[in-house]
């Protein structure tokens, strides 16, 4: 009987076990590192509407990088957003620590009217998630998808 029992308990347990076990990919996982480097980021330029001049660089440049500043809006407070200016991209490089599936950055430039960036990230579908941006909206339009890569976005103030 107690041998019954004990058979019965791991008949159970396995049951219970190997729907976490199945992996549709015969692809074999390994340990993954503790944490990964890659920050959601994007890659931008803003130019003139009226002339397509870059804004901050060259030698009609209106602005110097110093009268950019960005902020990460964490549950309605704004908060640092770290961005990099590129000269040799003529442009920068905002990198969002995602807080929600959808993070807003605001951008002000010197006076200008406020802009607002929605970064919409995700994970990879791998043994090892990484943090992906899916999409970004600026002031409303889709400037970026996964698709894009690493292109430059060219934005018009």
Do not use: R, W
């Not at 692809?27 to 509407?49: E, L, R, W, Y």
Request: net charge negative; charged share 10%; hydrophobic share 40%.
């Amino acid at each position: 009987m107690k041998t019954c029992l004990q058979l019965l308990a791991g008949l159970a347990a396995l049951l219970v076990l190997m729907p976490g076990c199945s992996h549709k990919s015969t692809q074999t996982c390994g340990p993954c590192p503790a944490h990964t480097d890659s920050i959601p980021h994007m890659f931008f330029q803003v130019v003139s509407k009226t002339t397509g001049n870059n804004l901050f660089y060259g030698a009609s440049a209106q602005y110097t990088t110093s009268q950019l500043a960005m902020h990460h809006i964490v549950n309605g407070k704004a908060d640092t957003v770290t961005f990099d200016a590129v000269a040799a991209q003529q442009g920068f490089e905002v990198f969002v620590a995602p807080v929600h599936a959808s993070d807003t950055v605001t951008m002000n430039i010197a006076n200008l009217p406020q802009d607002t960036f929605i970064f919409h990230t995700g994970t990879t579908e791998t043994c090892c998630p990484n943090l992906v941006l899916n999409f970004v909206t600026y002031d409303g339009t889709m400037v970026y998808s996964q698709e894009d890569g690493n292109k430059v976005i060219v934005l018009q103030k």
